[in-house]
């Protein structure tokens, strides 16, 4: 059984910096694409950033966001710098894109940033 567990989450003041864990199990997902989203309240989950072969960011963190994976530790981070009253939000971790939806899913971990 697969699963993909958060961590890291928390509340930070605007400028500051946060990092998230995604930790997989259940089955190895080195060369598999892996992704984190986020969905702030009353908004549609939208995409963060993601890492595969290479990287790739939404524009608007692009720049103060970093993905990242340690394939030997089955985990994908998201370090993230010069934190925004907006980034608030859930945070989710998503594996293995398939077309354009992704087949697995984490529970979510709640980022909230401070003016």
């Known amino acids: 059984q697969v699963q993909l567990v958060e961590s890291g989450g928390g509340l930070a003041q605007a400028g500051g910096s946060l990092r998230l864990s995604c930790a997989a199990s259940?089955?190895?997902?080195?060369?598999?694409?892996m992704g984190w989203f986020r969905q702030a309240p009353g908004k549609e989950r939208e995409y963060v950033a993601s890492?595969?072969?290479?990287?790739a960011y939404s524009e608007s963190v692009l720049g103060r966001f970093t993905i990242s994976r340690d394939n030997a530790k089955n985990t994908v981070y998201l370090q993230m710098d010069s934190l925004k009253p907006e980034d608030t939000a859930v945070y989710f971790c998503?594996?293995?894109?398939?077309?354009?939806?992704?087949?697995?899913w984490g529970q979510g971990t709640q980022v909230t940033v401070s003016s």
């Open positions: 998503a594996a293995e894109r398939d077309g354009i939806s992704w087949k697995y």
């Open positions: 259940g089955r190895s997902f080195t060369g598999a694409s």
């Open positions: 890492i595969r072969w290479r990287t």
